[in-house]
């Protein structure tokens, strides 16, 4: 599992010695993105070119990997989410979120596959915070995901 490093940067006081351990490796401020994507493509562009723009970046794969994180994971600042994953989609997902203690707040990026009306609509009525329909820039994405940090 890589990047645990930004991951546990945010943590509260009363973890365990290894995270706080792991968090002082981070010496330079990164700032911790989950990225929820099942496309492998998308997953190495996207993890490659966010590390490389200061992000401490953790993936999870599928669905149950996103519950999972979303129930035991520290909240990361922001929150890339594609729409199709397997298992569980976004739209649960974000529901799922915005009711986890400390996610409630976290801006959240939805990825569709298409720029399905429909899906953007009920993604920003579940409670994500802007959308980027696929094929997309880099570029875009990272200006996006700079405005809502802001
Ligand atoms: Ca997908």
Known sequence: MPCWVGWFDHLDSGKTGME???ASVDAGRKV???LME???DV???LHFFLEREGFAVTVAR???EAEKMIREAAPPEIVIMDVMLPYVDGFQ????LRGAVGWRDVPVLMLTAKSEERDI???LNAGANDYLAKPFKTKEL???IRRLLK
């Open 20 to 22: 706080v351990h792991l």
């Open 32 to 34: 911790s993105l989950l």
């Open 38 to 40: 099942d496309e492998e």
């Open 43 to 45: 997953v190495m562009i």
């Open 62 to 64: 599928d669905g149950r």
């Open 93 to 96: 997902l974000i529901a799922q």
């Open 121 to 123: 609509v009920r993604g």
């Open 142 to 144: 990272l200006a996006r």
